[in-house]
Each structure stands twice: as C-alpha cells, then as structure tokens.
C-alpha cells in the first residue's frame, strides 16, 4: 500500500497549485485578473467535462492503461500554454492550450480512493482511510500555495506551473506503476448506467458544484486582496492556513468513533462550511484575515470525508471511479464558475467587496445539501467509525 499512497500524495500535488499558477501567471501577462480568472476557469470546465468520460474508461479498461496516456498529454499541454505565454501569442492559444490541460488532467484523487475502497471496502477501516487522503489533500493544499505563489513571485512566473508539471507527470506514471493494489476491471465496469443518475449521488454534486465556486472565487479574491494590501505573495499563505484549518479538523474526525448518520454529519459540516465564510465581507486588514482563514477551513475535510464514504454506499463497485470523478467533475465546475465570476466582480469592484460571492455560493450549498438531505440515506446499516 505505502507504494501507491505515496506516489498518489506527489502525482496530486498540482492540484492546489494549477489553478493559482495559472492565475498568476496570465495577471503577470495581461495586468488583468478578469482574464486570468477566465483562463483559469477554461482548465477547471474542460476538468470538469472529461472527468465523468475519465473515470467511465477507467472502470472500463483499468487505472493504468487510462491514466499515464491522459498525464503525458496533461505535460505536454501545460508546456504548449507556458510557451504560448512566453512567446507572446494572440489570446485565444491560452484559452486553446487550456482546454487541454484541463481535459487531460487526471483526478488522481479518485483513483487513489478507489484502490482503499477495492482493498478496504465493507470494513470500518475505510473510513479512516478516507479520512487520511482527506488529511493528505490538505497536507497538499497547505503547501501548494505558498510554494507556487513563491516560486511565481520570487524566481519566475512559470517556476510554479513547471513543479506542478514535473510532480504531476512523474507522481501518476509512479502510481500507474504500482499494479499489486489497482481495482481488477469487471466485466461490464464503465459500460452500463451511470451514477449519476443515482438521487443521492446527483445531490452531492450540485452541494459540490457550489462549494467549489467557493473554492475558485476565494483563491482568486484573496489574491487580489493580498495584492490590493501590497503583499501578493501573502496570498499563498494565507490559502495555507485555511488548508490547515481542514488538515486538523480531518485529524479530528478520522480519529473519533462516530454514531451520527452519515447524513447527518454531512448536514452538519454544511452548517459550519457556511459559518466559516461569513466574516469575510468585514474584514480588510491581512493579519486579522488570518484565524479567520483558519476558522473557515474547519468544516472542508468532514464535509469532504462524508461525501466520498456516502459515494462508496451509494455507487456499485463496479461505477466507483466514475461515481467519485462526479464529485471532481462538480468541484472543477463550480472552481470555473466561481474563479471567473470573481475574476469580473475583483476588477470592477474590488476585493474586499468580492468576498460577499463566495458567501452567497456558501450558502447556495447548505441549501441544495439540506434540502435534498433526505437522498442521503444509505441503502444498508453501516458500520459507524
């Protein structure tokens, strides 16, 4: 097992750095964080649209026959759009290149989980597992900020997207290669159905849609803000604190033993998910930005654990890959969305002002997930961990 998880934690470190080195990056070509945001928005809805196809060929033709063709295509497209930069070519070849590193982007996430599920699934062992990836994508998101905002800062605007394209490309051909724990394909896996069509799994990317909206207009708000504050490479690490927020409230909730429903610490987590968001409209100093980032982060890994443990009871096995790539597919539009509206409502408005979107996307969330709760409930008893 230590093979994969540690060659899955490198191949999806990019994940918390693409979309602000690439924000960075255009801003430093076109003084514009409307077309930055743009571009930006590009990558995540080709993410978004091929996500679903990605993890139906997987389900179908295995991890490793989808994933090192679909990386080595993701390298190459991110070093046609850095040099399309450089060169100075017309706008559209940023957009052009975008929807294929998008479309190429491997949810190394989901394939991750889908190996502790083949391995864990039935045992109460799983949800400690989840909660650990849960923990790792924070690690991840934690340290991903800052290194690009630094890199791109401080060395070169393109410092940061060229680590992600090494980490990235290196990481997943490194966990394609650890064939001992990859899900065996069944016989109709990818070729029937589609869990989407499942109430419970359509719920929880409508709820995820939003929250990524949240994600994109506060990466890209608290950018602009550090920058409107004189200190842009602060805005990575102020990110990190919020994924540190989610990195110890993960801990928490890995470790305890649970007897609320799933449904219920979903709903839960929403809740909190939207009390965290709330003091933003308020605040316009950097270092009283700070707990409240913290604050904010608290309720992302147990809203993020539930849903995924959810997706494993709601989805056949035989649907897993493509069951949890709806929940990347939903995040990556909702990260889109709320980037490129906040990329428009930044430039004519102003940061501080901004920070009122993702409030409303916030609570959109809590709504959707509240309402439609009742589709959340498991179709057999589980075993509470």
């Known amino acids: 097992m230590k093979g994969f998880v540690i060659a899955g934690f490198f ?7 693409l979309g602000i080195g690439i924000v960075l990056l255009i801003e430093a070509l076109t003084d514009s964080y409307a ?13 978004a649209v091929a996500g679903p196809l990605t993890g139906r060929l997987v389900d179908r033709f295995g991890q490793a026959r989808v994933a090192v063709p679909l990386v080595l295509t993701h390298g190459a497209a991110l070093t046609s759009l850095m040099l399309c930069g450089e060169l100075g070519a017309p706008v559209w070849t940023l957009f052009a290149t975008g929807v294929l590193v998008g479309g190429s982007a491997v949810s190394l996430g989901s394939l991750v989980r889908a190996r502790w599920s083949y391995l864990l699934g039935g045992s109460a062992d799983l949800h400690v597992a989840f909660s650990f990836e849960s923990i790792a994508d924070e690690v991840i998101f934690v340290a991903g900020p800052a290194l690009v905002t630094a890199l791109a800062t401080m060395v070169s605007p393109y410092a940061g997207l060229i680590v992600a394209l090494v980490s990235t490309v290196i990481g997943t051909i490194a966990f394609a290669m650890q064939r001992g724990t990859e899900p065996p394909v069944t016989q109709d896996g990818g070729r029937s159905g589609s869990p989407i069509t499942i109430p419970g799994v359509a719920l929880l990317s409508c709820v995820f849609l939003a929250m990524g909206s949240v994600f994109g207009s506060f990466d890209l708000i608290t950018v602009a803000f550090a920058e409107e504050q004189g200190s842009t490479a602060t ?6 604190v919020i994924a540190c927020g989610s990195l110890i409230s993960g801990l928490w909730y890995g470790a305890r033993q649970w007897k609320a429903s799933l449904r219920s610490r979903f709903v839960r987590a929403l809740g909190v998910f939207v009390l965290g968001v709330s003091p933003f409209t308020l605040i ?9 980032m913290f604050l904010a982060g608290l309720a992302i890994s147990p809203t993020i654990i539930t849903s995924y443990t959810l997706i494993e009871q709601l ?9 949890m790539s709806w929940l990347s ?4 539009f909702g990260v889109a969305l709320g980037s490129w509206t906040a990329g428009r409502l930044t430039d004519t408005f102003g940061a501080s002002n901004a920070y009122l979107l993702p ?10 997930g509240v309402g439609g709760s009742a589709w959340l409930r498991t179709p057999v008893p589980q075993q509470q961990s």
């Open 359 to 368: 409030l409303g996307f916030a609570l959109v969330a809590v709504t959707v």
């Open 235 to 240: 805005s990575g690490l102020l990110l990190s």
């Open 11 to 17: 191949g999806r470190m990019p994940m918390s750095m």
């Open 329 to 332: 597919t939903a995040i990556g």
């Open 35 to 47: 077309m930055a945001g743009a571009v930006a928005a590009t990558v995540n809805v080709a993410f």
């Open 315 to 323: 989805v056949p096995a035989r649907l897993l890959t493509e069951g």
């Open 284 to 292: 316009d100093d950097l270092g009283v930005m700070v707990p409240f």
